[in-house]
C-alpha cells in the first residue's frame, strides 16, 4: 500500500522559513516523480513543486520560484520542501503527491494516484 505522511507545518511570521518532509513507504520512492501541491480552503489545489525521480531535477510554480525549494534523499525515501521568505499567501494545507502522469519536459503533473494527508503552514505575524 502505497502511504505518504507530511510533517514540518506550523505557524510562522511573514519573512520566515520552514521545511516540509514527506516519508514516502510501499513503493520504489526512487523510481517516481513527486510533487508538492497546496490547497486553501474553498480554492482549488495549486501545483507547487515537482522533482525528478533522481533529484537531478526540479521545477516550480511561479508563485514560489526562488523562495522555495525541492529536494529528496531516496535513501531515507524522503521528499523535502524548503520554504523560505514565507508570505501570508503561502498559508496553506501542504500535499505531497505522486503523480499517474506529467509533462516529460517540465515535471508538471497531469494526474495523481497517491496524495499524504496534508500538513498545515500557517504564515502570520
Known amino acids: 500500500e502505497v502511504q505518504l505522511a507530511e510533517s514540518g507545518g506550523g505557524l510562522v511570521q511573514p519573512g520566515g522559513s520552514l521545511t516540509l518532509s514527506c516519508t514516502a513507504s510501499?513503493?520504489?520512492?526512487?523510481?517516481?516523480?513527486m510533487t508538492w501541491v497546496r490547497q486553501v480552503p474553498g480554492k482549488g489545489r495549486e501545483w507547487v513543486g515537482s522533482?525528478?525521480?533522481?533529484?537531478?531535477?526540479?521545477s516550480y510554480a511561479d508563485s514560489v520560484k526562488g523562495r522555495f525549494t525541492i529536494s529528496r534523499d531516496n535513501l531515507k525515501n524522503t521528499l523535502y520542501l524548503r520554504l523560505n521568505s514565507l508570505k501570508t499567501d503561502d498559508t496553506a494545507m501542504y500535499y505531497c503527491?505522486?503523480?499517474?502522469?506529467?509533462?516529460?519536459?517540465?515535471?508538471?503533473?497531469?494526474?495523481?494516484?497517491?496524495w499524504g494527508q496534508g500538513t498545515q503552514v500557517t504564515v502570520s505575524s
Open positions: 510501499g513503493f520504489t520512492f526512487h523510481n517516481y516523480v
Open positions: 522533482v525528478s525521480n533522481d533529484g537531478g531535477s526540479t
Open positions: 503527491a505522486r503523480p499517474s502522469a506529467y509533462n516529460g519536459r517540465t515535471y508538471y503533473p497531469l494526474d495523481f494516484d497517491s
